[in-house]
């Protein structure tokens, strides 16, 4: 959320608090927002990606008004898809985000043959709109999608954390009780 945030206010998705003095931006109120972003990201009811995705547009509308003083539409950041369903443009070309020096984004495909003290792995409630097969990872046979859940979990050295929609944790919790019974859960909402 902050290279975003950033590459609309500054221009740059690389925050420094020289780009943020220049812009006449506290460094207090740029990490309120930022975190207002990733809480309202991490809070979000939203049962589908396009809802997520316009209830995120209006926060980060909001957010940049609070920093710069001016309320500025969005409707550049975003694009609709063929089924009328907003996408945020995003760029390709990086493959990997670094918030702090000990935190980092990765996809499953980029880290194999490493390792992490903690891992955590978000897998979205599947629908008819989003072809997520998280609800068929783990099932028996050999699907990709299980061999790719394989490298997730196998990187944590000491913590997995697994994020997954309710409904699929009533089906995991329905056919692996053993492997549910590993965790501590926690629910949210």
């Known amino acids: 959320m902050s290279k975003e945030l950033a590459q609309f206010v500054l221009g740059d998705p690389i925050v420094s608090p020289y780009k943020l003095i220049a812009a006449s931006i506290d460094f207090k109120q740029w990490k309120s927002c930022v975190y207002d972003l990733l809480l309202k990201s ?90 997520c097969p998280s609800k068929d990872w783990w099932l028996s046979g050999r699907c990709e999608e299980r061999r790719i859940v394989y490298v997730a979990v196998t990187r944590a050295m000491s913590n997995l954390i697994l994020c997954v929609h309710r409904d699929t944790f009533v089906m995991l919790q329905q056919q692996q009780p053993e492997f549910i019974a590993l965790f501590k859960i926690l629910m949210a909402g």
Do not use: C
Not at 53 to 81: H, I, M, Q
Not at 82 to 93: L, P, Q, V
């Open 42 to 131: 991490a809070e979000n009811t939203a049962t589908t990606w396009n809802d997520w995705l316009l209830s995120l547009k209006e926060a980060f509308e909001n957010n940049v008004e609070l920093l710069t003083g001016k309320r500025r539409p969005l409707g550049s950041y975003f694009k609709r898809d063929s089924e009328e369903s907003y996408r945020m443009i995003g760029d390709a070309s990086t493959p990997e985000t670094r918030w702090k020096s000990n935190f980092t984004v990765k996809t499953i495909h980029q880290v194999k043959g490493t390792e992490f003290e903690t891992v955590v792995a978000f897998y979205p409630k599947p629908g008819p709109h989003d072809p």
